[in-house]
């Protein structure tokens, strides 16, 4: 039984040590004047789909806001090669709440345009660059947070990148 709880001792020891080291790495506060200040989430392409070489249908990543803020805008641009889906589109949320729908970003479908696609089924992908940004005040809280974004439909491909969160820190 001593053994037992000199293991768990240790065990939570580590794990302190670990958050610890983990928030100081993941910090990445840019200033850039003027009040605002630019917290990197994820810059890296990725690809989320069911295609060869996608990542899955779900990306997750932690961020550290380590400053108190009057306001917290969470961006990203959907890349080439593919974008998303219009009617299914990608769910985006922070800390598991919905971070409302990326549907309003997409530009109005036009056939005519080879970057949108109509699907077999009728629906439209968009195949163009897209940014997105959401308003996430209410989402973020100070300390470690969670972005995710997942898949509206699983045989979605598309590609993103640069997700940061733009936040007004308080004078
Ligand atoms: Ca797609």
Redo the contacts with the bound molecule.
């Keep these: 039984m001593s053994n037992r709880i000199g293991q768990t001792g240790l065990l939570g020891s580590m794990g302190i040590a670990f958050a610890l080291f983990f928030a100081s790495s993941c910090s990445g506060l840019t200033e850039s004047g003027g009040g605002d200040a630019t917290i990197p989430i994820e810059a890296a392409v990725h690809h989320l ?1 069911n295609d060869a070489g996608s990542e899955g249908v779900v990306f997750e990543k932690e961020l550290v806001v380590d400053t108190e803020f009057s306001r917290a805008i969470l961006e990203f641009d959907f890349v080439l090669p ?4 219009l009617e299914s589109p990608p769910i985006v949320s922070i800390n598991g709440v919905d971070a409302g729908s990326v549907q309003p970003f997409f530009p109005p479908v036009d056939t005519s345009d080879p970057r949108w ?1 109509t699907n077999p089924d009728g629906s439209h ?3 163009g660059v897209i940014h997105v940004s959401l308003p996430a005040t209410q989402l973020v809280v100070v300390g470690t947070n969670t972005f995710r974004i997942e898949n509206g439909r699983f ?4 590609w993103f990148a640069n997700v940061r969160l733009t936040v007004e820190t308080q004078p």
């Excluded at 593919?82 to 889906?85: H, K, S, T, V």
């Excluded at 045989?155 to 598309?158: A, F, L, N």
């Design positions: 789909g593919a974008g998303p889906n696609q992908d968009y195949n045989d979605d491909d598309y």
